[in-house]
């Protein structure tokens, strides 16, 4: 029944398809633009002209300015995309999951420190958290402003993670209570054992959800954050700082708006794809496995 029912979620089959499409691309991308050095995600040129080219057959999606093929960046920039997403939205699960059950499972004194210090980082806004811990983290953890996206990828992990930890404790509240954690208390089985064998497992509800949407939002923002100039100047196979490095070309003279489509429109398509890929997984996954959301949909 369960896989019937995921079958016949148009919104996860449609959001499958096109993250399935793209990790394809991602896989295939030494096929699809053979590297030319050492480094992979170092876009190559076809020479110094600070005029974008238009598509053509030796560069199918045109060049940047400095002729910097737009090809390339796409195709290796969804490798970025699947790293960035998926590390981010893994550290940030991880961490939300250990406070949560610590805090759930344990109560009294740890669970109000715990919701104390989640209730501090939620009092951030994340675009001014990112922006202050990249100020100040200058050779910490190897760091750097305008070193890519090491330091914004880290701060969202470490500003991100209280989502997690809010969802983890609700379920672990409803599990510590439940018959079975009592029988196991009982007979003398030992907390390790009882959170990873018994609360943890049943305390999942809403995180692949969460998660499958978080991939997609995690993108979007690293791409806005390295688009408004906190990464290095050179492009690279990145969706972000492609869309960085042509923005002069996004705004030009109302007779000649669409004249550069081609320098800013496959990336922002791209940024666009990878976004609601994901956020229809994560909407058709909460559709299939939260009964209490499908009923709230029959009933509207």
């Given at each position: 029944m369960a896989l019937k029912r995921i079958l016949s979620n148009r919104k996860l089959v449609a959001g499958?398809?096109?993250?399935?499409?793209?990790?394809?691309?991602?896989?295939?991308?030494?096929?699809?633009?053979p590297p030319q050095g050492d480094d992979p995600?170092?876009?190559?040129?076809?020479?110094?002209?600070?005029?974008?080219?238009?598509?053509?057959?030796?560069?199918?999606?045109?060049t940047m300015q400095g002729q910097y093929d737009i090809l390339y960046?796409?195709?290796?920039?969804?490798?970025?995309?699947?790293?960035?997403?998926?590390?981010?939205?893994?550290?940030?699960?991880l961490i939300g999951v250990i406070v949560g059950v610590v805090s759930g499972y344990y109560g009294k004194w740890s669970d109000a420190l715990l919701m104390r210090?989640?209730?501090?980082?939620?009092?951030?806004?994340?675009?001014?958290?990112?922006?202050?811990?990249?100020?100040?983290?200058?050779?910490?953890?190897g760091l750097r402003?305008?070193?890519?996206?090491?330091?914004?990828?880290?701060?969202l992990i470490l500003f991100g993670w209280m989502q997690y930890a809010r969802l983890v404790r609700g379920n672990v509240l409803v599990?510590?209570?439940?018959?079975?954690?009592?029988a196991a208390v009982a007979v003398g089985a030992r907390d390790r054992r009882i959170i990873f064998r018994h609360v943890l497992p049943n305390s999942t509800r809403g995180l692949f959800v969460l998660s499958a949407s978080d991939v997609g939002a995690m993108v979007v923002t690293v791409a806005a954050l390295t688009f408004i100039g906190l990464t290095g100047d050179e492009p690279t196979a990145d969706w972000g700082a492609m869309l960085k490095y042509t923005r002069n070309w996004i705004i030009?003279?109302?007779?000649?708006?669409l004249d550069f489509w081609y320098t800013y429109i496959p990336a922002s398509v791209a940024i666009v794809l990878f976004s609601i890929g994901w956020s229809l997984i994560g909407d058709g996954l909460r559709d299939v496995f939260d009964p209490r959301w499908r009923s709230l949909r029959g009933m509207a």
């Open positions: 499958s398809l096109v993250v399935l499409v793209l990790a394809a691309m991602a896989l295939a991308a030494p096929l699809i633009a995600y170092v876009i190559p040129r076809d020479g110094f002209s600070s005029t974008p080219e238009p598509p053509s057959p030796g560069h199918f999606l045109g960046g796409l195709v290796w920039g969804t490798r970025v995309a699947f790293r960035v997403g998926l590390t981010i939205t893994i550290g940030r699960a210090v989640t209730d501090a980082f939620l009092a951030f806004p994340i675009v001014a958290a990112v922006l202050v811990m990249l100020t100040v983290s200058v050779d910490y953890w402003l305008g070193e890519g996206d090491t330091a914004i990828v880290w701060a599990e510590r209570s439940s018959e079975y954690v009592a030009a003279a109302p007779a000649h708006a």
